[in-house]
């Protein structure tokens, strides 16, 4: 017989498998290895890593109530060291038809110095101005 090999499960150990599924479209099992992760961070900025990745499978199975919660349950008082909650949030909330909210995130998310997701935090919008803020 071969040699036993001790697994201790980690945050990373289960992001890296979550995202690997999720590569291969293999949702459930993204899903599980991801609320997994999110069970074991142990930092912050690990938990809201995870978070977000978790906010994008959920999404991507059309869960965009499941996505808008997992990003509720993180304090806004984090939107400033993690602007990318808005522009997620933004993208959950368009889906839900919510659209005040979500014209509102990405707008506050395109005035943060973070620009990994400008383009499509501007594309939101684009998609969201025929119901612009004065329908609302």
């Not at 993690?82 to 909330?93: G, K, S, V």
Request: hydrophobic share 40%.
């Amino acid at each position: 017989m071969g040699d036993l090999v001790s697994v201790r499960p980690t945050c990373e150990f289960y992001f890296d498998r979550g995202m690997q599924a999720f590569e291969r479209f293999q949702y459930t099992r993204a899903l599980t290895c991801l609320q997994r992760a999110k069970s074991l961070a142990k930092t912050k900025d690990d938990y809201i890593f995870v978070v977000c990745q978790l906010a994008i499978c959920l999404e991507s199975v059309g869960d965009y109530h499941g996505a808008a919660t997992v990003l509720e349950e993180i304090p806004t008082a984090n939107y400033q060291s993690h602007p990318e909650l808005q522009y997620f949030l933004a993208t959950a909330y368009a889906f839900l038809n919510q659209t005040q909210a979500s014209y509102e995130l990405a707008t506050a998310y395109l005035q943060s110095d973070d620009s990994d997701f400008d383009v499509e935090a501007t594309e939101l919008l684009q998609e969201l101005k025929p119901t612009s803020p004065s329908n609302w």
